[in-house]
């Protein structure tokens, strides 16, 4: 999920039956990812990973090649819009 903020749209895929191999959840901001750690632990999901992501830096985003990218209410600051 790009910019996932809580979550809620990926951790419910995650939950999903059958429930994907991996679901990652995103953002930018390092205190927003932190939450995310923290809903994944609460809801017990091994199946997903919260990651810091720049859109604009490759090298951010995850290595294998994803099936489905899902996106929800992505941008709320007119400054990160290039």
């Known amino acids: 999920e790009l910019g996932a903020g809580c ?3 990926g951790l419910t895929v ?9 679901v990652y959840v995103t953002d ?9 750690v923290h ?3 609460l809801n017990g999901l091994d199946n997903t990973t919260a990651i810091k992501m720049d859109w604009c ?3 951010t985003w995850p290595e294998e090649k ?10 709320y600051q007119k400054s ?3």
């Open 7 to 9: 979550g809620v749209p």
């Open 14 to 22: 995650a939950f999903s039956d059958p429930p994907p191999k991996q």
């Open 28 to 36: 930018l901001n390092p205190r927003t990812v932190e939450n995310l």
């Open 39 to 41: 809903n994944i632990s």
């Open 57 to 59: 830096d490759k090298s």
């Open 66 to 75: 994803l099936d489905f990218v899902l996106g929800s209410d992505l941008i």
């Open 80 to 82: 990160l819009v290039p």
